[in-house]
DNA sequence: CGCCAGATTGACACGGCTCAAGCGGTGTGG
DNA sequence: CCACACCGCTTGAGCCGTGTCAATCTGGCG
């Protein structure tokens, strides 16, 4: 008993460390000791396993240690939509920290493991520890803008520049947590996921896949991506990852980074013709 | 001066008292008195006035206390896509409270008036006025929720049905700021704006607006939009208010929500069937 | 009166959807 | 160890919602 407590304590530790909540503020050991200290609930779940079900009443919050989730409606005609894919380090439902009932569910995509913590006490938290406050507040900020992205991507790309302007989102956010190896990872989701995480349908998406694929400048078989031609893959969506605030997080693959981050805003090459007159 | 400057301090405990910021956590005397200490200040815009600029850095938020801002991103090809509309009471730029460089920018859609906020101060205010705290949360999270349900809507809904979600959506939003006659509304947005909010084009918002009008569900005339059937708006979209979360911020406006309250989630009738089997 | 932004209309093209069939791996019970 | 079932992936054919292009109309305003 007491062993496995503490060697699932141990296991927090060590992973904790990985995830973005514990680095995007620079805890102090004070303030990780007693966020630590909190992570009383660690559980290991299956893929498939419901963290929350929709339209259901919560009072905690899930974050992610290990695996994939994914946060999903289902709309009145029977569609689903995948709203948000939480990776290791990412809290899952940040809006039970406010709200006792969201209006989305949220599913394992893979096998994994989840601190659940109790709202009322990550709420004394956010007083009593200012820099646990901070990290959640660019945590929250943070999965404002990638959602924003997301949309804009939806709204206004070809099926082909979404595919493409996922896997890069999901290869920077992966590399960050150190859950990528050089330019691939691990990928739980189904061509069905990818359809509803997108607004398309799964045929298309394997029609798409297939002409990324022969491209070259991906691979995807045995659930496992790989990004083989990063500029390719990167000039199919334009992918600038200012967006992903990663510098607020974590400084260490500025390598990869520095390739693609001279494409800041102003520096765009001139693209196409614009097609719309630019006036607000 | 000394006179303008009271004045304006009086315009904006009045009309402060009508925003989400004010009203969502109940501020204490006190509270309010520090917040509206930190409005020093208040600038009067015209329409098409920048709040900030697509990639340029800031320091400061805008707290919108009348007329309405759009959230933009102009995507490489050109084309522009609002992803978020900015109504009074609302931030408009939330984000810059942790990041000095966002991935939008901000404009005003009609003339209006908008509070300045230092990012320092209201990082101050933050830690030594958990209420306000509390009110930012709630209007940050909030603020997700609306996006994700907007991403699914572009996501997931015809042309129509995407039209009706955000034609309800607004009525609540102003009927909660006391921005809403009835069942009607000033409305600043262009077809085009309502094109690059909804991620279609200026030509089909027209035929998709032409279409809604003939069922008589809405009227759009001079800047103006009323809705003249309710019912028949929210059904064209199954609308269903709970995702504004508008309890947790306000509760005079319960009438209106009465009726679409019954449509919770749990009593959704059943609509025409699933078109996919639901297991994630 | 002329100008201009925004709204409207028509004709046509096309990306993505639907429906439907078939394929291959893999887990499971007999 | 086979047979079946099931899930996820593929492929084909045809349709339809929305985009594109281009012209015209309208109302407000200088």
């Known amino acids: 008993m007491a062993s496995a407590q503490t060697a699932a304590s141990a296991t927090n530790v060590a992973t904790l460390k990985a995830t973005r909540l514990w680095l995007s503020a620079g805890l102090e050991p004070a303030d990780r000791d007693a966020l630590v200290r909190e992570c009383g609930d660690v559980r290991a779940v ?3 396993t419901p963290l929350l079900r929709e339209g259901a009443k919560t009072d905690v919050l899930h974050v992610l240690l290990d ?3 994914a946060r999903y409606t289902v ?6 939509f995948i709203s948000a894919l939480a990776l290791p380090g990412d809290v899952c439902d940040l809006d039970a920290l406010r709200f006792d ?5 949220v599913t394992m995509l893979s096998a994994g493991t989840v601190i659940v913590l109790p709202r009322k006490r990550v709420d004394e938290l956010l007083t009593s520890h200012p820099a646990i406050a901070r990290a959640l507040w660019s945590l929250a900020l943070a999965e404002n ?14 099926a082909q520049g979404r595919l493409a302007h996922l896997l890069c989102e999901l ?6 947590v150190g859950k990528a190896t050089g330019n691939s990872y691990d990928f739980p989701m189904t061509q069905e996921h990818l359809a509803d995480a997108l607004g398309l349908t799964p045929v298309h998406i394997n029609r798409t896949l297939q002409s990324l694929r022969s491209t070259g400048a991906i691979t ?15 000039g199919l969506c334009n992918f600038n990852p200012r967006y992903l605030h990663l510098e607020t997080v974590h400084t260490e693959f ?5 390739s693609t981050r001279s494409l800041g805003s102003e520096s765009l090459p001139p693209p196409s013709r614009p097609k719309l007159v630019l006036k607000i």
Chains 1, 2 share one sequence.
């Not at 009932?101 to 569910?105: S, T």
């Not at 290869?171 to 960050?176: A, D, N, P, S």
């Not at 496992?224 to 031609?229: A, S």
């Open 254 to 258: 500025a390598r990869t980074l520095s």
């Open 46 to 48: 299956r893929a498939g």
């Open 145 to 158: 803008t990638i959602l924003t992205t997301w949309t804009a991507s939806i709204a206004r790309r070809s």
């Open 75 to 80: 709309m009145a005609d029977g569609s689903r």
């Open 67 to 69: 695996g994939w989730a």
């Open 171 to 176: 290869l920077l956010r992966l590399q960050v």
């Open 220 to 234: 995807l078989q045995n659930r496992r991506v790989t990004i083989c031609n990063w500029e390719a893959l990167r």
């Open 101 to 105: 009932q969201l209006n989305y569910g």
